[in-house]
């Protein structure tokens, strides 16, 4: 006879005590609220396949999820793969199966979007403010004043002049070194923090007050080694040191292969993108005739001939004069389309784009009879003290002609 009494999930009665109620079931509690309700004082819920097994363990504050195997989160009817918890090293990767890191993010055709600083909680290198007292091996160091500040009492140092820091970097490292320290009279002396060849990375002059500096540093190419502290004299108190690693700059502007970004992101090198890189702004202008008489250009520069805009980005084009003076320094593309006329026999006709030194930026020129439309375009690179602007460059008169046919427009492609 079988132990075991099969339970109907369906029923609709409650007696007391019941095991199932209402199509719910409980395990250690007959006031059941889920369909499956486990009550103790530190449940445990484990799912057993055969090579796998999970578990949930709800202790305390704390529920854990226990798994021998990787643990992947997916779309429905095990789908795409979003997200996967190796069950050996314990990386997290999103948008990979196979994790290689802590965090292991890809997003290929698509966009990481990070809401706040990303920072390495395992930045700092040790050298604090007692490092310098500590890195003094010769004569008389830095005094220890017992309140976590510490005083120069007599120049010189240990190896060349200067103490050692006691932290040897690594070629091409980026560090940043904050210092706070003042100066004890008024000689004004100076400091500098010196990279393994003794070159000053940073140096300042000291006032009376205690001042905070931070600045950012790399290491030369040619190889890494010990940190030096110097000074000029023996007045000198600090009460605090931090040199900390740091690839990526947070809280502000980001570098990569440079320690002082200029941008949001600054790039010194090369760079490869499998993607689109968008600028998401319409730095530039299109104008046009936008009416339905065609207006004529006689010899010159062009002035009012185009009178709409598409868009006009800080009316970088001025419509009555014709003149683009660009918003930004950078690499344009400029392009522009008139209609020649039918001016009879064999007539030079011809147009350019012309920069504000009167050098051709695109040309087209043609001795052809017949009545069409002509257009060049060009790179280049133009600064806001500089500008562009159309020139008919013979007696012939050319058009702009109705609608959208004619037209003049700029578009900033990059910035520098």
């Known amino acids: 006879m079988s132990q075991f009494r099969p339970v109907n999930f369906n029923q609709a009665s409650v007696r007391a005590n ?19 309700h486990i009550k103790a004082a530190a449940p445990e819920l484990q799912i057993e396949g055969a090579s796998a097994t999970m578990k949930v363990v709800a202790s305390g504050t704390e529920t854990t999820f226990r798994s021998d195997q990787d643990v992947k989160w997916t779309s429905a009817d095990a789908g795409t793969v979003h997200m996967t918890l190796d069950g050996a090293s314990g ?22 979007n990070l809401g706040g600083s990303l920072r390495n909680q395992y930045n700092s290198v040790g050298v604090t403010a007692a490092s310098i007292t500590a890195g ?20 010189g140092g240990d190896t060349n002049g200067a103490i050692n820091l006691g932290y ?18 008024t000689t004004s002396p100076s400091f500098a923090f010196e990279n393994p060849s003794f070159n000053a990375l940073y140096s300042n002059t000291l006032t009376t007050g205690y001042v905070t500096y931070t600045f950012y540093a790399t ?5 890494g080694g010990i940190l030096f502290f110097r000074v ?39 760079s490869i993108i499998n993607g689109i890189l968008f600028n998401a702004n319409k730095i530039g202008f299109r104008a046009f005739n936008g009416s339905g008489t065609a207006l ?73 009879i017949s009545d069409g439309h002509a257009s060049v375009s060009g790179l280049y690179y133009l600064t806001t003290a500089e500008n562009a602007y159309i020139k008919n460059f013979f007696a012939s008169t050319l058009l702009s002609d109705t609608g959208d046919f004619s037209y003049f427009c700029a578009h900033l492609l990059c910035s520098y």
Request: net charge neutral; hydrophobic share 30%; aromatic share 8%.
């Open 296 to 368: 004529t250009i006689n010899q010159g520069n062009l002035t009012n001939q185009f009178p709409n805009t598409r868009y006009n980005h800080q009316s970088c084009y001025n419509i009555s004069t014709g003149i683009f003076t660009p918003p930004q320094n950078g690499i344009y593309y400029l392009a522009a389309a008139l209609r020649l006329g039918n001016a009879g026999g064999s007539v030079r006709r011809g147009f350019g784009i012309m920069h504000s030194t009167n050098a051709a930026i695109a040309v087209h020129e043609t001795p052809s």
């Open 91 to 112: 990386y997290v990767g999103v948008g990979t199966v196979s994790p290689s890191t802590t965090l292991h993010v890809t997003n290929q055709g698509g966009t990481f």
């Open 168 to 185: 040897t970097a690594v070629a091409n490292e980026q560090l940043k070194i904050t210092f706070t320290a003042k100066s004890t009279d």
């Open 136 to 155: 003094y091996n010769t004569g008389s160091g830095p005094t220890n004043n017992g309140d976590g500040s510490y005083t120069w009492t007599k120049g």
């Open 219 to 223: 290491l030369p190419s040619n190889g």
């Open 232 to 270: 000029s004299a023996d007045n000198i108190t600090w009460n605090a040191l931090t040199i900390e690693r740091t690839d990526v700059f947070t809280g502000g502007n980001v570098g990569i292969g440079t320690n002082q970004p200029a941008a949001l992101l600054d790039v010194n090198g090369n």
């Open 18 to 36: 019941e095991l199932v109620a209402n199509t719910k079931l409980g395990i250690g509690t007959h006031s059941q609220t889920s369909e499956l």
